[in-house]
């Protein structure tokens, strides 16, 4: 059984001290990277139609069910948008920094919505253009929940837009596109969820 491994997720982490802040930051919320425009960080509505923040995580989009990447929606995004970008991150998880589950990003700003069960691909056709990273397991694109024995851990869904597209290689590592976010963030918003074995 597939677990959340702190050994996977140490050997890609990069020396600079810089994204190890950057990615703190993502995960936990914290306005710690500067926005793109003066008037701060804008909200979006993100939802789904399979749960809701708070809840447990459907067992459908973990490593115990059919681990397929969950339904998402989202609202307006600002108009001066280039690409959207989607991460989840489990910051309970034993290590440094928090362990990455999905990055999904150079969405274009027209889309609204994803379905469930996007294919593990780094490029992708649909959204067109759309491009994922390889998540903590090693494994591009999503990676559900498979959180040890204990308590349950929280995963944090969040939905980015961002000012530019992102010169980065599909399947690259999550400290890659970390680099690239200072300075670009328009608006942002998430879910929170719970799942425990």
């Known amino acids: 059984m597939r677990r959340e491994n702190p050994k996977a997720q140490i050997a890609k982490i990069p020396d600079s001290l810089s994204v190890l802040v950057i990615a703190t930051a993502l995960a936990l919320g914290a306005v710690a990277i500067p926005a793109a425009t003066a008037g701060g960080i804008r909200r979006i509505h993100l939802t789904s139609p399979a749960f809701k923040t708070g809840q447990r995580m459907p067992r459908l989009y973990t490593a115990d069910g059919a681990d397929i990447s969950p339904p998402l929606a989202w609202g307006r995004v600002p108009h001066a948008t280039r690409s959207i970008m989607i991460t989840m991150i489990d910051p309970d998880a034993p290590g440094p920094t928090p362990f990455v589950h999905w990055l999904i990003f150079n969405i274009p700003p027209t889309v609204h919505r994803l379905a469930a069960g996007v294919p593990r691909l ?16 090693g494994g591009i694109g999503y990676g559900g929940p498979a959180p040890p024995a204990g308590p349950a851990h929280h995963y944090h869904l969040r939905i980015y837009a961002l000012d530019i597209r992102l010169a980065v290689r599909p399947a690259s590592a999550a400290a890659s596109v970390y680099r690239a ?17």
């Open 122 to 137: 780094g490029r992708l056709l649909r959204p067109r253009g759309a491009v994922q990273g390889r998540n903590s397991f």
């Open 181 to 197: 976010l200072p300075g670009h963030i328009l608006a942002r918003g998430s879910i929170v969820l719970r799942y425990g074995r």
